[in-house]
C-alpha cells in the first residue's frame, strides 16, 4: 500500500513538472510570437482551458459562435440522420444542441474542454436528456466507433489557434477518426479558409501511414463573405470516413 502511494505521489509530481513545462514553453513561445506582432491577438489563447473558463466565468451569456443551427440545418441535414448518435464538439454554452434536440436530433452528447461552460449548460439546458461531459477531445476519451456524427462548430478552429494548434489539431483529428463509425461523419463549420481546413482533413503522409485521414471530403459555404464582416463566410466542410482505413 506504501509503494502504490508512493507510485501515485511519483505519477503526479512528474504531471504537475510536466505542466509547468508546457507553461514555460508556452510563455517562451508567446515571447517569440510577440517579436513579430507587438499585439499579440486573444487567438493565441483560444487552444487553452484556462482561457475558456474564465471566459465562461464572466456573464455566463450564452454565445453563439458564426450561426445558429437554423442557418445551419439546410446543408448540415445533407450529412445526417435524426437516429444518428451526434457528438457536438467544443459545445461551449451554444444553444445548437437543445436546437437540433427540438428538430429530432435526440441522441446527442455534448463535450467541451471547460468545466466552467459545462457546469453552466448543464443548468441551463437541464431540461433536455442529453449528455454534457467536460473531455480534452484532443485526449482518447471515448470508445471506438461510439459515434455516427461529429459536429465541430469553432472547435477545431479554437485547437488549430494553439501555439501548438498543428500538433493538437492532428491530435484532435486522429481521436475524430477513432470515435467514429467506419462511414461516419466529421461534421467542421469553421471560418478559416477552405485550403487550410483541407491541409489538416485530407492529411496523407506516406512515412506516416498511422496519422493518415482517409476521409472524402466536401466543402460546403455559408453565408457571405465581406471584408467588414467579422464572421466572414462560414465554410463548411463535411467528410464521410471511408470504409478502408
Ligand atoms: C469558439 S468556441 C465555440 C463554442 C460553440 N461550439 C459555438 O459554436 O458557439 C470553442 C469551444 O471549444 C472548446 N474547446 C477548445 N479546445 C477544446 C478541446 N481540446 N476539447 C474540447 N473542447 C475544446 C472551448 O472550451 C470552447 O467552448
Not at 172 to 191: H, K, W
Request: proline share 4%; glycine share 4%; hydrophobic share 35%.
Amino acid at each position: 500500500m506504501k509503494n502504490l502511494f508512493k507510485k501515485q505521489s511519483d505519477e503526479v509530481a512528474e504531471i504537475e513538472e510536466l505542466g509547468e513545462l508546457n507553461e514555460r514553453v508556452d510563455a517562451k513561445l508567446l515571447e517569440e510570437v510577440q517579436e513579430y506582432d507587438a499585439v499579440p491577438s486573444e487567438a493565441a489563447s483560444y487552444g487553452k482551458t484556462t482561457f475558456w473558463d474564465e471566459r465562461y466565468a464572466g456573464d455566463g451569456e450564452v454565445v453563439e459562435w458564426y450561426h445558429p443551427w437554423g442557418n445551419l440545418a439546410p446543408t448540415l441535414t445533407q450529412y445526417m440522420d435524426e437516429q444518428d448518435e451526434v457528438l457536438v464538439c467544443g459545445c461551449g454554452n451554444s444553444e445548437m444542441s437543445v436546437d437540433m434536440y427540438d428538430d429530432g436530433f435526440e441522441n446527442i452528447v455534448n463535450a467541451d474542454i471547460s468545466k466552467v461552460a459545462i457546469h453552466q449548460v448543464t443548468e441551463i439546458y437541464k431540461a433536455y436528456p442529453m449528455e454534457w461531459k467536460s473531455i480534452d477531445l484532443t485526449r482518447e476519451e471515448f470508445p471506438e466507433e461510439k459515434f455516427d456524427v461529429a459536429l465541430d462548430k469553432a472547435c477545431l478552429d479554437s485547437i488549430a489557434c494553439n501555439l501548438r494548434g498543428v500538433v493538437n489539431a492532428e491530435n484532435y483529428l486522429q481521436q475524430m477518426d477513432r470515435l467514429l463509425q467506419p462511414e461516419g461523419a466529421f461534421i467542421c463549420v469553421s471560418f478559416a479558409p477552405p485550403e487550410e481546413r483541407l491541409e489538416l482533413l485530407e492529411y496523407w503522409d506516406i512515412d506516416q501511414p498511422a496519422k493518415c485521414l482517409a476521409w472524402d471530403v466536401h466543402v460546403d459555404t455559408i453565408g457571405e463573405s465581406s471584408p467588414s464582416n467579422f464572421h466572414p463566410a462560414v465554410t463548411c466542410s463535411c467528410s464521410r470516413v471511408w470504409v478502408h482505413r
